[in-house]
């Protein structure tokens, strides 16, 4: 895939985007706190962000300040010097470092150890696990709230596959909220593997190496560490990735994986976007590896209704209890386009940009005449660059307008916030180092002004 880019023009058009980004996190953030002041319940101190105003510095300062700095320095040189498989170590591993020291800002109890064991946590709820049998069957029972044995707040709010996975730490020694806590560290971390992997699968190896650095400082692992949700991201990534590598057998392992990806939040249907995506870039065996992973996606959904889960049934379910609660009060008015305030500190104020570059690709020396033909061959010719960000993009244009996203999207919504970076593909190779700088600041300004919350 060539990543065109033209001096001048597209450089302003990214400064327009960059202005709008900014103007969007300041009225989302000055309305915010006129609508905290006026007591309307948004139940967010620093509305968009779901956390509260508390300038701190921490004992991972310093090595998130030292990673930020060697990204800003040498990450592109790096991404495109280094062996392939030394790529993939190094990021990982920087990942994880650049996760956990954001994490230990906060301390390592509070950062870390302590912060998936508070009462709305899927922590609080292991311990009476003791039949996971009968906890599957009776988990859509206990799912309303105001009830004897309702389930705590985010075990409620998502499938019992959430609850399992902390179930199946807990049962093989690692139970506790510091291997919790790790786990979301050490497993968020590796879609800085399994985003390069896919775009190199998909004959995009150039385009990997480009947005191996924007994976590795990605302003989201603020809530990467320790939050369910990174975790979640990973599952899909490595989903995604086996679904792209080739082989039917890593089709059934991608497929077992994003089926099991259904029964973490039941917003991963839309999940479906990104895999019909990865699919049909693949350069061959398309029909087969979609009919492979399409069955192990069935054989999941059936091992838990055999178990006594019904999807759709939870689903409803979900949905009476998200009124239950704060969701009720937070004003959808609000919420709607100040969603995407918060999704800008996530993904860092480089996504407009790169996403706007990404849409222009499909029109970069498209012939004119006739208008049909042209639109067809920037559809077909468009690569994972593209397809992959817009999925994600219609992903979570559709979350928010379901309405059943109201605030907390800047962890919520990482499984898909991963994807949009794909588009830095498309960045001049001159001005992702800038690019860099303005992700790590984020990131750290983000986990240093605010208290965030998982």
């Excluded at 400082?217 to 995604?240: M, N, R």
Aim: contains cysteine; glycine residues 10%; hydrophobic residues 55%.
């Amino acid at each position: 895939m060539t990543m065109m880019t033209r001096p001048g023009r597209p450089r302003s058009a990214d400064l327009i985007v960059l202005g709008a980004e900014v103007a969007l996190l300041v009225v989302a953030v000055v309305v915010g706190a006129l609508l905290n002041h006026r007591g309307v319940r948004l139940y967010a101190d620093a509305a968009p962000i779901y956390a509260s105003w508390q300038p701190h510095v921490g004992p991972g300062t310093p090595a998130a300040l030292l990673v930020a700095a060697l990204f800003v320095w040498r990450g592109t040189r790096w991404a495109t010097d280094t062996r392939w498989p030394r790529l993939l170590v190094v990021g990982y591993l920087a990942a994880v470092l650049w996760t956990l020291s954001l994490a230990l800002v906060d301390g390592w109890s509070a950062g870390l150890t302590e912060r998936l064991t508070v009462q709305a946590e899927y922590l609080y709820e292991v311990p009476g696990v003791t039949d996971v049998g009968a906890m599957l069957s009776g988990f859509a029972g206990r799912i309303v709230d105001f009830q004897p044995g309702s389930w705590s707040t985010h075990t409620a709010g998502h499938p019992p596959g959430a609850l399992l996975f902390f179930v199946w730490l807990e049962r093989i020694g690692l139970g506790g909220g510091t291997a919790a806590g790790l786990a979301c560290v050490l497993l968020g971390a590796t879609v800085s593997v399994s985003v390069p992997v896919t775009l190199r699968a998909l004959g995009a190896e150039d385009a990997a190496r480009a947005v191996w650095p924007f994976l590795v400082v990605f302003p989201g692992a603020v809530w990467v560490g320790a939050s369910a949700d990174g975790i979640f991201a990973a599952v899909v990534a490595a989903g995604l990735a086996l679904l792209a590598a080739g082989g039917r057998p890593r089709a059934v392992l991608g497929g077992l994986l994003l089926g099991f990806a259904l029964y973490l939040s039941y917003g991963f249907v839309l999940v479906g976007m990104l895999a019909l995506a990865v699919v049909l870039l693949r350069a061959r065996d398309r029909l087969g590896v979609l009919v492979v992973a399409v069955t192990a996606v069935a054989v999941v959904v059936a091992a838990f209704t055999l178990s006594g889960f019904w999807w759709l049934d939870g689903y409803h379910l979900v949905s009476r209890r998200y009124y239950q609660g704060w969701a009720a009060d937070r004003p959808y008015g609000y919420w709607i386009w100040a969603n995407l305030a918060a999704l800008l500190l996530s993904a860092g104020p480089v996504v407009g940009p790169a996403l706007r570059r990404a849409v222009a690709a499909l029109w970069i020396g498209a012939p004119r005449p006739p208008l049909a033909e042209a639109l067809r061959a920037r559809i077909t010719g468009a690569g994972p660059t593209v397809w992959l960000p817009v999925a994600a993009a219609a992903a979570v244009l559709a979350a928010d307008l379901s309405g059943l996203s109201k605030a907390e999207v800047e962890r919520i919504w990482l499984p898909f916030t991963v994807w949009l970076l794909v588009a830095t593909a498309h960045l001049p190779t001159g001005h992702r180092r800038l690019w860099l700088a303005a992700q790590a600041a984020t990131a750290l300004a983000v986990n240093h002004l605010l208290w965030t919350v998982s």
